[in-house]
């Protein structure tokens, strides 16, 4: 398999053609920002939180493959967990990206390429970055 083909696995690939809740919430009560001013890439996350829960999850803007496939992953591992379980996978998807741990999640394991192109790391990690950090001041 080519590096290239690598960095694009099919699941990104697929979380970038078809995001998963890609929508701009307009009446959000809660926005959280994640741009990155190096390449671009913003990213609106729209999650609800009732009574410690996130019961939905949305998020909008634009990016390159690999931003837009980590946030579409993002807000589907994390809609319907608590804050403390959505930290927790938060920490554990930033701890896989960095190889601290191996996690056998299809999905995430997807992104683990961004190893062998450190100029793509921020792609994968800023949305889950900005996210658990808005979480952790909840």
Request: charged share 25%; proline share 4%; aromatic share 12%.
């Amino acid at each position: 398999m080519s590096d290239l083909n690598k960095l694009y696995d099919p699941v990104i690939r697929a979380h970038q053609a078809n995001p998963y809740h890609f929508k701009k919430v307009e009446d959000a009560s809660i926005t959280v920002k994640a741009y990155n001013p190096i390449c671009g890439d913003r990213y609106d996350f729209f999650p609800e939180v009732k009574e410690g829960v996130i019961r939905s999850f949305y998020f909008h803007g634009f990016g390159c493959a690999v931003s837009m496939a980590a946030g579409s992953v993002l807000v589907k591992s994390l809609e319907g967990k608590t804050i403390e379980e959505a930290i927790d996978l938060c920490t554990a998807y930033l701890d896989m990206l960095n190889g601290k741990s191996a996690i056998s999640n299809t999905e995430w394991n997807a992104f683990s390429a961004v190893r062998d192109f450190p100029s793509r790391h921020d792609c994968a990690a800023m949305a889950w970055e900005e996210v658990k950090k808005f979480l952790q001041n909840l």
